[in-house]
Structures are given as C-alpha cells and as structure tokens.
C-alpha cells in the first residue's frame, strides 16, 4: 500500500537488471510512493537485462553508465538532472561483481587483476558516484543514498570469497563519505546488510540455495524478501529517517545476531 512517503522526489537507482533485482524491486514501490527515477547499469548488463521493460512500466528512462567510469557518471547525473528537472534526492547503489566468483576461482587462488576489478566495481564504485555527485552539487540538501551490502562484511563465509572485501570496503566508504556529505549538504549516506536474497546475482555463489535455508532456519524471523527490502529502502530515501547516517543496518530477520536456532539444532 503506497503512502506517498516519496511524493516529489527524485532518484537515480543503479543496478536494476530483471525481476530478480533488489535494485529492481527498489525501483518499483520508489515509484509507487511518488518518487520519479531514472534508471543505470553498465552498458554491458544492458545487453543482457530486461531493464527496458521496468522503464517502460515506470515511464522513465535508461541511462546506461560504467560506475566505474568518471566520465559516464558525470553525463549520468547531468541527464538525470535534465530529464527529472532538478537535483537528486536519492540515489541507490546496488553494483556488486566478481570474475573470480564466477569463475570458481578459490579464495587462496585468486587472479589480482580480477581481484582489483572486483573492489573498483563492487565498493569504490561508490565513492566515484558520491564523488561526482558531491562535486557537481547534484544532491538536495537532506538528500539520502543507500548502498547494498551483506553480512560478509564483519564475518567469514568462504564461499563468498573476495566479495567480502568488497564489501567491507563499500561500507567503510558509506562511513567516511557519510560524515563529509553530511557536513556539507546534510545528505546521509547508508548500508543496508541484505538477508540471503534469490536475486539473479546472489544465486551465482556456490551453494546458495543450501545456505540461503540455512540462514532462513537461523534468523527468528527469517530471510527478508526482496519487497521486504524494497520497503526498507523506502523509509531511508524519505524525510522520515533525517537523522540515520552513516550506517550499515542488518535487514535480515535477525540473522546477523544469531549464534544458533532452535531450527538448526533440530
């Protein structure tokens, strides 16, 4: 049920690739609540993707751009701008990849230069997007950003290998960065440690579907759905959180505090 938490704001989401995406979920009930948005990916993921379709349905439309790329994010923010008529509101990071991962590469046995594509894309990719943004004035003051993590960050899962890494820098980022757009512009930046989700990104890690009911078993109130997720965002993008920065907030039906179930036991 919408109500209207985003009326007249605006927002860039990267990330959004099919059904499956968290960022697409986001993206959805964003609208839903009032906001209007452009949408981003690499333009390698836009081959591939169904993000057309999720434009179309919001009445809005693609930009593709490299996150990675200083360039592309500058001609990002300045059509967004153009076509949203005016300064951002919000912004949601949700990039995340890893060549070793995909290609089973074993923690103890990874390629660096994989590796450094790794952290570029899936963490400093986020001080590139507050970076240009801080610069070209392009968020409102009270503006809010929120990026995507997982409890890999604070704690070992081997089978996540260097994405860990990642993460643990992307929140580290969300941190520093925080206190500087906060000092300057009040705008607050956010983590937001994502239960096991079945997005099309998450199931490439090995034995997901295994761990994904493990955590389910764990978390008293089980995994948090990709709407679940969305909703949550939704909160942090509005004027109702004005004071949460610089945060990495578990969204996990209490996984990240367990030590054991009653479930698992059983």
């Not at 985003?6 to 009032?34: H, N, P, Q, T």
């Not at 591939?48 to 809005?60: H, M, V, Y």
Request: charged share 25%.
């Amino acid at each position: 049920m919408a109500n209207n938490l985003l009326a007249g704001k605006k927002g860039i989401i990267f990330g959004a690739l099919d059904d499956k995406s968290l960022a697409w979920k986001i993206a959805e009930r964003c609208v839903e609540e009032g906001a209007q948005v452009t949408l981003t990916n690499a333009p390698v993921a836009l081959r591939f993707g169904k993000i057309d379709e999720l434009a179309e349905k919001l009445d809005t439309i693609v930009i593709p751009a490299d996150a990675t790329n200083l360039e592309d994010l500058n001609e990002l923010f300045d059509k967004s701008m153009e076509h949203l008529g005016g300064k951002i509101d919000f912004i949601l990071h949700s990039i995340g990849m890893s060549i070793n991962v995909r290609k089973k590469r074993e923690y103890t046995n990874l390629k660096y230069e994989w590796m450094n594509k790794t952290l570029d894309v899936s963490a400093i990719s986020l001080h590139k997007v507050l970076q240009t943004a801080y610069q070209k004035d392009a968020l409102s003051d009270w503006g809010s950003v929120v990026a995507l993590s997982f409890l890999a960050a604070q704690r070992t899962f081997p089978q996540y290998s260097e994405m860990a890494e990642s993460k643990a820098l992307l929140e580290s980022i969300a941190r520093s960065f925080g206190y500087h757009y906060g000092a300057k512009k009040n705008v607050r930046v956010n983590i937001i440690s994502q239960s096991p989700t079945k997005t099309t990104a998450g199931s490439g890690v090995a034995d997901f579907d295994r761990f994904y009911d493990y955590a389910d078993d764990m978390a008293p109130l089980g995994n948090a759905s990709s709407e679940a997720c969305a909703d949550y965002t939704v909160t942090l993008f509005s004027d109702l959180t004005r004071f949460v920065t610089m945060q990495t907030l578990f969204h996990d039906g209490g996984f990240s505090m367990m030590g054991m179930s009653a479930n698992i036991l059983k």
